[in-house]
């Protein structure tokens, strides 16, 4: 079988289904089929790697402590005693669901609450759930507040429209480089706190800042596991539980190995009561070594006090370190949010002088063609013109033919030269007009690409100062191609470039 390529909750299902008929057989309490599988895949998970599967009373005082946890009911460690006394070093799963529905245990807790308890600590152990609850969230793209069921594991934190849906609306995903922070009321919002992945921002809001606080510790968490190169929480306290439960092993076999030691000196000492003198002497020497390694014992016990006293010391100063460095970003992030807005104010000035501009480059596109139109216009009549001066020339040949003839036509010609020279000059000074309208319009252009400059400057100025992402400069032109606003500094992956173009 390959990790991956089947779902392991059918396959756990399988197994139960082979094995719960011929063995599970509830004496008083019946649990439904649903509650007895989880209770049983909890057993397979903390049970011990050895064949056939038990847990060690340990684990079942954890087990049931996590139950009564969920079920929002308290337990003390006299009645967990009194549970465990009667058990040996190690129950089957079997035994193990028969003493959870047992009355000393279930001490008439109802079925729907032992019911929701099994449910939420088999989705905490076996599934890695973190923490799961409903949270506002801020939309990427719409930016408006919806409320999503978020179900945080080591690895991602996914949320859907409701605790009943089935269907992702996305995923968030947690590594070592993620980043979780406070952020200060606005707009309405009160309890704000967001995730910062490398590639997004993900702003939230809880309904209370208990609620709050428990999501950042969760988060928190999960970004230390993917620090530790740890996939299951669980697990990871699992193996911690198991690694203490074999040195007090340790420790016990060591205590029973010097009891034994213990006891043959003492036959050794009654088998040997006529070397009295020489038994008194090796009494000695035990009694000055056993003085001397409880000394080392007792060299050891304030040595390990004092490494965890120093520990306890750097870690109050860290956390007081943290504090002052949260309080500093808090306020370059305020110094930052204003610097924004002027940022924006100016970039709607800069905006309206480009519209200016871009008016005043269709003003002087009108005034071109005008021109041009009226160019062509003036070739027409020259072209005329030259017409009539070519049939007047042959009219004062033929005039000196026919004289009289001659006068008459050279009289009516003149007069339409005449009329002719004067529509030229009125097209001569319509032409005049619209240069004169074009320098007006090119004054203009100068005007906006002056008032596009300053801004320009004002920008600069204003970007110059941003810190720690790097400084900009807007790159300007009075011509048609666009103006970009670059970066004078190397680029901060943290921090994203702005782009401004004008058409």
């Given amino acids: 079988v390959v990790d991956g390529s089947f779902v392991k909750e059918s396959f756990h299902e399988l197994c139960w289904t082979l094995t719960a008929k011929k063995n599970y057989h509830p004496s008083t309490f019946v649990l439904p089929n649903r509650d007895a599988f989880r209770l049983w895949c909890l057993f397979n998970y903390l049970s011990e790697d050895s064949y056939p599967l038990i847990m060690v009373p340990n684990e079942i005082r954890y087990l049931l402590q996590k139950l009564f946890s969920s079920a929002r009911m308290e337990i003390?460690?006299?009645?967990?005693?009194?549970?465990?006394?009667?058990?040996?070093?190690?129950?089957s799963v079997w035994e193990f669901l028969e003493l959870v529905t047992s009355?000393?245990?279930?001490?008439?807790?109802?079925?729907?609450?032992?019911?929701?308890?099994?449910?939420?600590?088999?989705?905490?152990?076996?599934?890695?759930?973190?923490?799961?609850?409903?949270?506002?969230?801020?939309?990427?793209?719409?930016?408006?507040?919806?409320?999503?069921?978020?179900?945080?594991?080591p690895t991602t934190l996914c949320y859907y429209l409701s605790e009943?849906?089935?269907?992702?609306?996305?995923?968030?995903?947690?590594?070592?480089?993620?980043?979780?922070?406070?952020?200060?009321?606005?707009?309405?919002?009160?309890?704000?706190?967001?995730?910062?992945?490398?590639?997004k921002l993900h702003e939230m809001c809880a309904s209370d800042t208990k609620q709050r606080q428990e999501w950042i510790a969760a988060i928190l968490t999960a970004i230390r596991l993917q620090q530790c190169g740890t996939f299951s929480l669980h697990r990871e306290l699992q193996r911690r539980r198991r690694e203490q439960r074999e040195q007090h092993e340790q420790c016990r076999v060591t205590r029973e190995i010097d009891m034994q030691k213990l006891a043959e000196l003492q036959n050794?000492?009654?088998h040997q009561k006529q070397e009295l003198e020489q038994l008194k002497e090796a009494q000695k020497r035990a009694e000055e070594t056993i003085l001397h390694e409880q000394y080392k014992h007792w060299e050891q016990h304030e040595k390990i006090k004092r490494q965890l006293e120093d520990q306890l010391r750097e870690a109050e100063e860290a956390r007081a370190l943290m504090q002052a460095e949260i309080q500093l970003k808090e306020t370059e992030t305020l110094q930052q949010r204003l610097r924004i807005q002027e940022l924006e104010q100016f970039q709607e000035r800069l905006e309206e002088a480009l519209a200016q501009e871009i008016k005043a480059r269709h003003e002087e596109k009108e005034y071109r063609l005008a021109q041009a139109k009226l160019l062509i216009q003036e070739e027409e009549?020259?072209?005329?013109?030259?017409?009539m001066r070519d049939e007047q020339t042959q009219y004062v040949e033929q005039a000196q033919?026919?004289?009289?003839?001659?006068?008459?036509?050279?009289?009516?010609?003149?007069?339409?030269?005449?009329?002719?020279?004067?529509?030229?000059?009125?097209?001569?000074e319509s032409r005049e007009r619209a240069d004169r309208d074009v320098q007006v319009a090119q004054k203009r252009l100068e005007q906006a690409s002056t008032n596009v400059r300053h801004w320009n400057i004002q920008m600069n100025r204003l970007m110059h100062p941003i810190s720690p992402g790097g400084g900009f400069h807007l790159v300007a032109s009075t011509t048609h191609s666009p103006c970009w606003l670059q970066?004078?500094?190397?680029?901060?992956?943290?921090?994203?470039?702005?782009?401004?173009?004008?058409?």
């Fill in 164 to 199: 009943e849906s089935k269907e992702r609306k996305g995923i968030i995903f947690i590594d070592k480089d993620c980043v979780v922070e406070i952020l200060s009321d606005r707009d309405g919002r009160r309890c704000m706190f967001c995730v910062k992945t490398n590639t």
């Fill in 103 to 153: 009355p000393k245990v279930l001490r008439g807790i109802s079925t729907v609450t032992l019911s929701i308890a099994i449910q939420e600590l088999y989705e905490e152990v076996i599934q890695d759930v973190l923490k799961q609850g409903y949270i506002l969230k801020k939309a990427n793209l719409r930016r408006i507040w919806t409320e999503r069921w978020f179900v945080l594991k």
């Fill in 268 to 270: 050794e000492k009654e």
């Fill in 401 to 428: 033919k026919e004289k009289e003839e001659v006068q008459q036509v050279m009289a009516k010609k003149s007069k339409e030269l005449q009329e002719a020279q004067e529509q030229l000059d009125n097209t001569r």
């Fill in 381 to 387: 009549r020259l072209k005329v013109l030259l017409l």
């Fill in 487 to 503: 970066r004078s500094t190397p680029p901060d992956p943290s921090i994203h470039c702005l782009y401004v173009q004008s058409f």
């Fill in 76 to 91: 003390g460690e006299t009645e967990i005693y009194e549970v465990l006394s009667s058990l040996s070093s190690g129950v």
